[in-house]
Nanobody, 126 residues
């Protein structure tokens, strides 16, 4: 059974940092593109960023320069480092994976991702 499990969410003050983790199991994800999305209160789920199967990264403009994505294939884990957090970053954050090796710059629609985690809540207080 394919599973993506996010962790690391919580409550943080504006300007603070959090690191989210996404642990993959059930298949080999080292050759997959991996992505992060988020869904704020009353909003659509939106693309945050992605890391390709060869380690390239791509970010939404709203988080560029503040968030970074990395992966440890040996551990089957992808990370989202979030710095300089703002109240508008408050959302449920979701990990996603896709094996088709598309250019990650084209993978902003959620419909292009095959596998999803259950999400982890991030709340940024002002």
């Amino acid at each position: 059974q394919v599973q993506l499990v996010e962790s690391g969410g919580g409550l943080v003050q504006a300007g603070g940092s959090l690191r989210l983790s996404c642990a993959a199991s059930g298949r080999t994800f080292s050759n997959d593109n991996m992505g992060w999305f988020r869904q704020g209160p009353g909003k659509e789920r939106e693309f945050v960023g992605a890391i390709s199967w060869i380690g390239g990264t791509y970010y939404a403009d709203s988080v560029k320069g503040r968030f970074s994505i990395s992966r440890d294939n040996a551990k089957g884990t992808v990370y989202l480092q979030m710095d300089s957090l703002k109240p508008e970053d408050t959302a449920v954050y979701y990990c996603a994976a896709d094996p088709r090796r598309r250019s990650i710059a084209t993978m902003t629609p959620r419909s292009l991702w095959a596998y999803w985690g259950q999400g982890t809540q991030v709340t940024v207080s002002s």
